[in-house]
């Protein structure tokens, strides 16, 4: 299956490197490439050769508005952002915290979602604390917020992946005493692979640094695009239904819920 996977991959980035990158003018007609994953389900995943997810089908929808195409690419959360700044990518569509890190390499759209960040473990590991993690290897996806949540943990021995399926494998076998990543991403997994003894450890809600799309700093008029759209799908109640679609068993935050105000990002 995983060798399908990335044959998929494969094949959708070769056809989408057929299609030019926007630039910083008018982005109407045009077709953009987007940056996604591939394995993060329900935020951002690849089903039967369609990337598809919350983040996705989202973006999907403000394209629709706004009157451009969109064409996704799978790539590695941690070349993304690059990519982005350097305009081989016109969107990252990977449920990108907006930190202010990032806010340097690239521009942030307001966010569509908030998030908990959580430590997957084997049931009965104990790790339900921020000083539980002395000596305990821990596995990320390299470059993401939750790379650098586990690297404030005193002790912990983070071990990074290009992606969440190989974190999982490695968790799975016993090769990581945790694993971290957004919650909604680790209940996926969790529901997926019943037979596997997992279970939540030390978890945090991520508020503060929504989830967002990446544009280039440059690309002013797509960013605004991007902003006019989501108000409208936050309005309408778009991407409140979008989000009961993918997460099920998880509230959307007020603001994003049917004409809520919305998580305003500040780029300066």
Not at 24 to 37: C, E, F, I, K, N
Not at 139 to 157: C, I, P, R
Not at 222 to 232: E, Q
Request: glycine share 12%; with cysteine.
């Amino acid at each position: 299956m995983r060798k399908l996977l990335s044959t998929l991959v494969l094949v959708v980035t070769a056809t989408a490197g057929l299609a030019a990158c926007g630039s910083s003018g008018d982005s109407a007609g045009q077709t953009l490439r987007v940056g996604t994953l591939t394995d993060a389900p329900p935020s951002i995943f690849l089903q039967d050769g369609r990337f598809t997810g919350y983040d996705n089908e989202l973006l999907r929808d403000i394209a629709q508005r706004e009157g451009f195409q969109v064409e996704f690419v799978g790539t590695e959360f941690a070349t993304l952002l690059g990519k982005v700044a350097g305009g081989q990518l016109d969107i990252g569509s990977s449920t990108i915290s907006a930190t202010g890190a990032r806010k340097k390499t690239v521009a942030f759209s307001n966010g569509y979602d908030t998030s908990y960040t959580t430590v997957v473990t084997k049931k009965g590991a104990a790790l339900s604390g921020p000083g539980s993690f002395a000596g305990k290897r821990l596995g990320v996806v390299q470059g993401s917020v939750q790379d650098e949540f586990a690297a404030k943990l005193a002790g912990a021995e983070v071990v990074r992946f290009p992606d969440y399926n190989a974190g999982f494998a490695q968790l799975r076998s016993g090769g990581l005493d945790g694993w971290v990543v957004p919650k909604d991403i680790g209940q996926k997994y969790l529901d997926q692979n019943p037979a596997v003894p997992l279970e939540f450890g030390y978890t945090v809600l991520d508020k503060d640094t929504p989830s967002a799309f990446a544009v280039a700093k440059s690309n002013t008029d797509l960013l605004n695009k991007i902003n006019d759209g989501l108000a409208k799908a936050i309005a309408d109640g778009t991407a409140a239904r979008l989000h009961a679609q993918f997460y099920r068993s998880a509230p959307i935050a007020k603001e994003l819920d049917k004409g809520g105000s919305g998580l305003p990002v500040r780029n300066s």
